[in-house]
């Protein structure tokens, strides 16, 4: 069993590694750096999208679960995907995934509305995203 310093030293190595993936895709970093020297910004931003890293999220209510380990706030196509990684074992893959869903449950909701009606006036609504689904 890992201790909690080691898992968090993987859990942070996964959600880097994505972090940069998105950052690629969206055009906010140049550059593929190794997953080891990558080192994510709390915040990029452009005219497609904006990623955060590790940063709680404002909401009109109070939401004790509010930062997820990444957020992307894709501009172009009105989402918002909240990610939060974690390593479960095999045996515990189902409750992992069961107990993030419920973990973020309200804020997804919070930042449905967010995303509808403030960053976005002119979009359609945000969409939910099954996150078995590739983005």
Not at 7 to 23: D, G, K, S, T
Not at 43 to 51: I, P
Not at 58 to 63: K, Q, V
């Amino acid at each position: 069993m890992l201790s909690n310093s080691e898992y968090l030293h993987r859990h942070n190595l996964v959600a880097r590694i994505l972090h940069q993936e998105l950052a690629l895709k969206y055009g906010l970093v140049e550059r593929k750096l190794p997953y080891y020297k990558y080192s994510p910004e709390a915040v990029l931003e452009n005219d497609r999208a904006r990623l955060y890293w590790d940063r709680s999220i404002i909401t009109d209510r109070t939401i004790v679960a509010n930062k997820p380990d990444i957020v992307l706030m894709d501009r172009a196509q009105s989402r918002v995907f909240l990610v939060d990684i974690t390593i479960p074992y095999d045996e515990n893959l189902v409750k992992a995934e069961t107990d993030k869903k419920t973990k973020y449950l309200d804020l997804a909701h919070e930042v449905w509305w967010w995303c509808a009606d403030r960053n976005y006036p002119d979009s359609r609504v945000c969409e939910w995203v099954d996150p078995s689904q590739p983005l």
